[in-house]
């Protein structure tokens, strides 16, 4: 029973997660208790064309009043503690406004396909230094996909009247504050910002000439873990919220889930096993895993999170699901899928997955690939190799971080929806030969951006004290000597050589 007096001298956060998925509301006190939940799926995703994908601004927005309203319907007492709000969004979910904010398009995701038939041009010396260091590819295959260039390009009576091109975060931010502006931590896609400054790129900055936006098309940064507004009357009068609530800038849905998991030194990477796959760590000192390809601004201001992208990760369980299960609950799924771990053995019985599966950053020309079948595979091993494919594909993320951080990793926190699988986060500690472990909440992105908004409202006076004070491991999984052999050799002898041989055949598609 909600007992509204008793809670009233309590304080409470509320923390907004908008994934690819849907979008979640939660409500975090200061020691990191989930308090309240509520979730909203989204159903407005549509495609014009063959790979696009787009959804209207408002689809985004009714979510979030939708999820506070429920929060505030279901627990009131519970409402009246929190104290201030933070909104972490899903990356390179990207429009263009006008003067007063309001979209003059739809959102373009970040798993929208479309580009241009050419790349924007660029000054002949940036062609010729592209050319000399062996980047031209990535700087055609950047400029091509970047949606914010197809936009420019393909809808030029729009962007003429743009005022300022923003991401999901930003909109949100707007929309609750009337304000403009974003945090350096948020600011994490295709737009021109100089990660490692963390500021808007110069005239003369390569990502300039490549992502062509005006600098009066940038909206205002700020850092995180700092109030960067209040709650305007009109949001309070449709989200329920008291006018005059702080709200607090903190991160991306990965930089918050970096943070929710404790991984804020280089020897603790925080693995995502969500929609798209990451492999990151925080790091003082700023670090380019591949050439122009930076880190990203963590909510630690004066840190940096480098990271490794598989494009295509638990995406591959969602497509796996619709192709070859016949159920649609979601506890029934899980049990079927963990059954299907333990009923098969580390190697998947040979078969091997590479989880390339298109518009990977530096092997764009990647496909998806599985060897080594026999007739002995069924479902359970395609499913088994997936998962392994996975890790593979981080562990080789893991390496490079090891290798331009200088500094070994020791232990794995893991978030994202792949991790509430006892069987997969085994695996990952068997490929990965290091402890894997999970904290109290799966809601690690919600819990990150819970921190940073507590550390804005001075409840704590950095990131160290609140994550200290708010993160407990919950489970830790020791890896099986016998089965991180097994998987060390499919690693060294299949995967690493796989991507070399089989590349001459992926260029050979149109």
């Excluded at 969004?89 to 007063?100: G, K, L």
Aim: hydrophobic fraction near 35%; glycine fraction near 8%; proline fraction near 5%.
């Amino acid at each position: 029973m909600d007992n509204t007096k008793s809670m009233q001298n309590k304080n409470s956060v509320l923390t907004i997660d908008c994934g690819t998925r849907g979008l979640r509301g939660i409500i975090f006190d200061e020691t990191g208790n989930e308090l309240a939940k509520s979730e909203e799926l989204f159903k407005g995703y549509y495609s014009k064309h063959f790979q696009w994908k787009e959804a209207a601004p408002e689809m985004f927005w009714k979510a979030l009043v939708k999820v506070i309203s429920e929060l505030k319907e279901n627990a009131p007492g519970l409402f009246l503690t929190i104290r201030g709000m933070t909104v972490s969004c899903q990356r390179d979910v990207i429009t263009v406004v006008d003067e007063s904010g309001e979209p003059l398009r739809n959102f373009i995701s970040w798993l929208d396909r479309r580009e241009l038939a050419e790349p924007l041009p660029y000054p002949w010396p940036y062609a010729l230094l592209f050319k000399c260091i062996g980047f031209s590819t990535y700087a055609k295959s950047f400029s091509q996909t970047a949606h914010v260039n197809w936009i420019k390009m393909q809808e030029p009576e729009i962007w003429a009247k743009a005022h300022k091109v923003v991401f999901l975060s930003t909109y949100f931010l707007s929309r609750l504050t009337g304000k403009l502006a974003d945090s350096r931590s948020n600011t994490a896609g295709h737009l021109p910002f100089d990660t490692k400054k963390k500021q808007w790129c110069g005239k003369y900055n390569v990502k300039t000439q490549i992502l062509q936006v005006e600098p009066e098309k940038c909206y205002e940064l700020t850092d995180s873990c700092e109030i960067i507004g209040y709650l305007t009357a009109t949001a309070a009068a449709v989200t329920g919220l008291p006018v005059g609530l702080p709200i607090v800038a903190s991160g991306t849905d990965k930089g918050c889930e970096t943070l929710g998991v404790g991984a804020l030194t280089p020897e603790v990477a925080s693995i995502s096993l969500g929609t798209q796959s990451t492999v990151e760590v925080t790091t003082k000192k700023y670090v380019e895993l591949y050439p122009f390809y930076p880190s990203f601004a963590a909510v630690e201001n004066d840190a940096y999170n480098p990271e490794v992208t598989i494009y295509h990760g638990f995406w591959m369980v969602d497509w796996y699901n619709r192709e070859f299960l016949d159920q649609s609950d979601p506890q029934a799924i899980h049990e079927v899928l963990e059954g299907y771990l333990e009923t098969t053995r580390p190697g998947a019985d040979g078969l091997v997955h590479q989880p390339y599966w298109g518009r990977e950053a530096f092997r764009p020309e990647a496909r998806g690939t599985f060897i080594g079948f026999s007739e002995g595979h069924d479902k359970r091993h395609i499913y088994r190799a997936i998962i392994e494919g996975l890790g593979y594909a981080l562990l080789e993320g893991v390496k490079r971080i090891e290798r331009k951080t200088k500094v070994p990793i020791q232990a794995v926190g893991l978030s994202g929806g792949g991790s509430r699988s006892d069987g997969v986060a085994q695996i990952m500690a068997d490929i990965f030969n290091r402890p894997v472990y999970r904290v109290q909440t799966f809601e690690t992105t919600g819990l990150g951006a819970a921190i940073a908004t507590f550390v804005g409202l001075n409840h704590y006076p950095d990131i160290h004290t609140a994550s200290a004070a708010m993160i407990r491991k919950s489970r830790v999984f020791e890896p099986n000597p016998e089965n991180a052999i097994i998987y060390t050799e499919i690693y060294s002898k299949l995967y690493k050589q796989l991507y070399r041989r089989v590349k001459p055949l992926y260029q050979s598609y149109d």
